[in-house]
C-alpha cells in the first residue's frame, strides 16, 4: 500500500513540474487542502515543493485572486546597478576616448578601448580586484552603455586627383621654357637631402674651410 502512496506522489510532482506560475501554484495548493490538511510546511515535506508557494497558492485558491508575478525583480542585478559609482567611472574613462557616428545614423559612441583595458584603467585608479567586472562582463557593460569598440584605423595614402596630370603637364611646360631660355639657370634641389653643418660635421669640430 505504502509503494501505490509513493507511486500517487510520483505522479503529482511530474504534474506540477509541468505547469508553471500560477497555474502550479492553484494545483499545489488543492493537493496541500486535499492530502496535507492544508498545512503548507506538510506539502513541503511531502512533495519538497516550496511552503512559501504552497501557502500563496492556497490564497489565491480561497480568494480567487490572482498574485502576479514580478519576474523583472529575480535574478542577478547588473554590476553597473549594484554600484552607480562604476557606472560612472567607466564612463569617465570611456567617453573621453569615444566619438559619435559620423554618420549620426545611431546614438552609438565607439571607442578605440578594449573591455580589457577599461579594466586595468579601474584597477589603476585604486579598485581592488574582486570589484572589477571581469573581461566578458565589463563588454556586456560597455555594450549595455551604448559603447562600441572600434579600432581608429591608420591614415591611408591620398589618391591621385584630376588635377594630377595637368599639374604635371605645366610643370614640364615651364621646364622646358626654362631650358631653352639661355639666360635663366636651372637648379635641382633634393629638399630630402639632410647635409651636417657646423659643429656636427665631425664630433667637436667645425665645417671645413675650402
Known sequence: MNHVGESYDQLLLVGA????GYDRR?????????????NPRRAERRFGWGRDN?????????SGIRCLENFAAKGRRRAE????????D??????????????????????NLSAEEVCEELLARGYQKQ????????????????????RIQKGKPLRKTKDTEPVF????????????????LEISMDTKAKVKMGDYVQPGGKM???
Do not use: W
Open 17 to 20: 513540474r509541468r505547469l508553471k
Open 26 to 38: 492553484l494545483f499545489q495548493a488543492e493537493i496541500c487542502l486535499k492530502l496535507c490538511d492544508g
Open 54 to 62: 504552497v501557502a500563496l497558492g492556497i490564497h489565491e485558491f480561497q
Open 81 to 88: 546597478d549594484r554600484n552607480p559609482q562604476l557606472a560612472q
Open 90 to 111: 567607466i564612463r569617465d574613462i570611456v567617453g573621453p576616448r569615444s566619438y559619435t557616428d559620423p554618420e549620426l545614423k545611431s546614438s552609438r559612441r565607439y571607442s
Open 131 to 150: 570589484d572589477v567586472p571581469s573581461v566578458r562582463s565589463m563588454r556586456d557593460i560597455l555594450n549595455r552603455m551604448n559603447f562600441r569598440l572600434k
Open 169 to 184: 603637364a605645366n610643370l614640364q611646360a615651364v621646364r622646358a621654357e626654362a631650358r631653352a631660355d639661355p639666360h635663366t
Open 208 to 210: 671645413p674651410n675650402g
